[in-house]
């Protein structure tokens, strides 16, 4: 993959902080509900970050699979983990997931996962 994965997550990581200085009233109304959402509760915050990392691969958001695949990393959770939220995805959202699967599996070398 020409693209760096990692390098990716921190420049659009960068752009929003950016943005959030200049905006901060509106990120931080938008920020609350993730905030909520992704806390534990019946589901785990882990388990929710797999899950949001599998829809965003389903429809293609690269900064959403950078973002989730991180946090999710951060509670914890595994390669195996994750790479069965690839096949998940690749049953569901077909060629076009799979194709954003390789961004996922880009990021995971260069964290060195796989």
């Given at each position: 993959m020409l693209?760096?994965?990692?390098e990716l997550q921190e420049e659009i990581?960068?752009?929003?902080?950016?943005y959030k200085a200049l905006m901060p009233h509106i990120a931080a109304a938008y920020e609350?509900?993730?905030n909520q959402v992704y806390s534990d509760?019946?589901?785990s915050g882990?388990?929710?970050r797999l899950m949001a990392m599998t829809a965003a691969t389903i429809h293609g958001c690269r900064a959403c699979i950078l973002y989730q695949a991180d946090q999710a990393l951060s509670l914890g959770a595994t390669r195996e983990e994750m790479l069965e939220c690839i096949?998940?995805?690749a049953s569901l959202g077909g060629t076009m997931a799979a194709g954003q699967?390789?961004?996922l599996m880009g990021y995971l070398e260069e964290r060195g996962l796989v």
């Open positions: 693209e760096k994965q990692v990581h960068g752009q929003w902080t950016r609350e509900l993730p509760g019946a589901i882990k388990l929710k096949g998940v995805a699967a390789t961004r």
